[in-house]
């Protein structure tokens, strides 16, 4: 099924798919000698297992079922209908609301149908769509996605919001690291983020989700951590981490990132994010993310994880300082629902594991609702 608007001294340029393999489908420009330069003579016609439909200046509509019988529907304008096979030359032009059905077979032929009741059965116009970005680092701070908040975290021993750090690297400070007690933790108060936990592969397979999802390619790691989940912004001074990834500063306005010392974990809830943005479906998961140890030359290494519903999506293994920026993009399908990003240790213990995820967004495609449309045509977001 097809719909086409001709514009008078434009040559269109389309493709169509035959519905069955024994048939073929055509669509084509019957030009003039010049292939170069609009001509008004030049002629758009659609072919079908059993007719040519040959624009005249209009809009139409051409349907074809299993068995090549062929329906067009003048919309505006008029068209000619030809039949083929057997070296038939019957034809016939419609006009506006007209109608009219081909059958192949030992007696092709054509029955003019009249003014169409259908013509809602064919899709007419493809409203306005657009690409909008939900901020994750906004919603670990306890946004909706498009508040730009900053500079809140979350404990993953517990999922108790806090508004710091971890004291345990703070210059001269303590060193005692946080210690998971191998439970999935939900996250009161945040709608978007369904729980957060230590990954630790030594034991059995990790919950990761509050659906019960599991996940078994963890390391052996040390079910420890340094710090809270980090929504920044900056670090504040007394801290050894850089916000910047790669050659971008992520403490600078427009960006933000979301630290996940080893071992940490956090888990989005994706069903709740399409209840709250209605009319938008997610598309995909995009961040950078770096190890961004102290200093180069350290050998100290990091695995980072992207799940959804327990299932890998992305990971990337025995990374270090050294080794620069990935880019994660990681597509999102509509029976997903949850969507989770690791960082353990490597099996080498927690130092230096400073894995930060740099502009994490989830990429939405927005169509235009309020768009109005002509009473009668259909849009491709209808039913």
Same mark, same amino acid.
């Given at each position: 099924k097809l719909t086409a608007k001709v514009v008078s001294g434009q040559w269109p340029v389309a493709s169509a798919k035959p519905q069955a393999a024994n048939q073929k489908s055509e669509i084509r420009n019957q030009k003039s000698p010049s292939s170069l330069i609009p001509h008004p003579s030049s002629l758009f016609a659609v072919r079908t297992p059993t007719a040519v439909i040959t624009d005249l200046g209009t809009e139409f509509g051409v349907e074809v079922d299993k068995a090549g019988v062929t329906e067009s529907r003048v919309f505006r304008g008029s068209v000619k209908v030809q039949v083929v096979g057997d070296g038939r030359k019957e034809d016939v032009v419609l006009r506006e609301n007209e109608s009219a059905r081909v059958e192949g077979g030992d007696e092709p032929r054509i029955t003019v149908l009249g003014a169409s009741a259908k013509m809602a059965d064919f899709t007419r116009r493809i409203p306005k769509r657009t690409i909008k970005t939900l901020d994750l680092v906004d919603v670990v701070a306890g946004g909706d996605g498009f508040s730009g908040r900053r500079d809140r975290g979350i404990d993953p021993t517990s999922g108790r919001i806090? %508004?710091?750090? /971890?004291? /345990? /690297?703070?210059? +001269?400070?303590?060193? #005692?690291?946080?210690? +998971?007690?191998?439970?999935? !933790? *939900?996250v009161a108060g945040m709608p978007f983020i369904d729980g957060v936990f @230590?990954?630790?592969g030594g034991g059995d397979a990790v919950q990761v989700d509050s659906a019960g999802h599991v996940f078994d390619w963890f390391r052996? #790691?040390? $079910?420890?951590?340094?710090? !809270? @989940?980090?929504? +920044? +912004?900056?670090f504040r001074r007394d801290q050894k981490y850089s916000s910047k990834v790669g050659?971008? %500063?992520h403490a600078l306005p427009g960006h933000g990132l979301v630290l996940l !010392?080893?071992?940490?974990? @956090? #888990? =989005?809830?994706l069903e709740a994010i399409r209840r709250a943005?209605?009319?938008? *479906?997610?598309?995909?998961?995009?961040?950078? &993310?770096?190890?961004?140890?102290?200093?180069?030359? =350290?050998?100290? =290494?990091?695995?980072?994880?992207?799940?959804?519903?327990?299932?890998? *999506? =992305?990971?990337? *293994?025995?990374? $270090?300082?050294?080794?620069?920026?990935?880019? &994660?993009?990681?597509?999102i399908y509509d029976g997903d629902r949850f969507l989770t990003l690791a960082a353990t240790d490597a099996g080498d213990g927690i130092s230096m594991d400073w894995i930060i995820f740099g502009d994490p967004r989830l990429e939405l495609l927005v169509v235009d609702a309020n768009e109005q449309k002509p009473k009668g045509e259909q849009t491709m977001n209808d039913p």
């Open positions: 806090v %508004d710091a750090l /971890s004291v /345990s /690297s703070l210059v +001269g400070g303590p060193s #005692t690291p946080m210690t +998971g007690d191998g439970q999935y !933790h *939900r @230590i990954p630790d052996d #790691t040390a $079910n420890t951590t340094w710090q !809270h @989940i980090w929504a +920044g +912004g900056a050659d971008v %500063d !010392h080893a071992n940490s974990a @956090i #888990t =989005f809830d943005n209605p009319g938008a *479906r997610l598309l995909r998961f995009r961040a950078t &993310v770096a190890n961004t140890g102290a200093e180069a030359g =350290f050998q100290y =290494f990091a695995d980072v994880w992207v799940m959804v519903d327990g299932r890998r *999506r =992305f990971q990337r *293994r025995l990374i $270090n300082n050294d080794q620069g920026v990935a880019s &994660v993009l990681v597509p």
